[in-house]
Each structure stands twice: as C-alpha cells, then as structure tokens.
C-alpha cells in the first residue's frame, strides 16, 4: 500500500508563489509517474503535471510556464507554483501511478488547499 503526503498548501496573492512537496511512502513497487492534480470549487478534478521517472513531465496548458514538477527521487515529486491566480485556487492532489501486472495503479494524497487571492 501506497501512502501520499503533502505539504505546502496556503493562502497567498495574486502573483504570488508556493511549492507544494509530496512524499510517498509504504510498500510499494516502484513509483512510474508521480505529480498533480487539482480540483477547484465546482470543478471537475484535473490534471496539472505529472513526471516521469526520466523526468519528462506533462503539464496542463493553463500553467504552462508558471509551474514547475520536478522529482527529487523515486517517491518526492515538488510542484513550484509562481505568478499564481485566482483560478488557480483549488485543492491540490498528489498522484502516484504504478504499473504492475499489466494494470495501471492510481495512489492520492489526501490533498492540500491552495488559495489565490485578487
């Protein structure tokens, strides 16, 4: 069993930054891909970023640019959030994808609140 923490949420302005950090532990086969998703008020939950464990990550078009996902090692994934906006205020999940016997494991944190202000 896979357990995700995270940590880095808060309150801040318009044009502000935050980092988000997330750790996994438990055992567990080797972490695929880590990263985000989030959920903002009414919304649908979506993607952000995920990493590969080349490094190669996939992020979503509105924060492209403005985010960063980087992986410390095989189970911390960061997310470096600058000039932030309201709508980027959202609950922020950590997703950690593993591939074993042929099926695809989804593994969430238990998310932290990101707040954007005007």
């Known amino acids: 069993q896979v357990q995700l923490v995270e940590s880095g949420g808060g309150l801040v302005q318009t044009g502000g930054s935050l980092r988000l950090s997330c750790a996994a532990s438990g055992s567990m086969s080797p972490i695929n891909i880590m990263g985000w998703y989030r959920q903002g008020p009414g919304k649908q939950r979506e993607l952000v970023a995920l990493?590969?464990?080349?490094?190669?990550t996939n992020y979503e078009d509105s924060v492209k640019g403005r985010f960063t996902s980087s992986r410390d090692n095989a189970k911390k994934v960061f997310l470096q959030m600058n000039s932030l906006k309201p709508e980027d205020t959202a609950v922020y999940y950590c997703?950690?994808?593993?591939?074993?016997?042929?099926?695809?494991?989804?593994?969430w944190g238990q998310g932290t609140q990101v707040t954007v202000s005007s």
């Open positions: 997703n950690a994808k593993i591939y074993l016997g042929g099926r695809l494991l989804d593994y």
């Open positions: 990493t590969t464990n080349d490094g190669i």
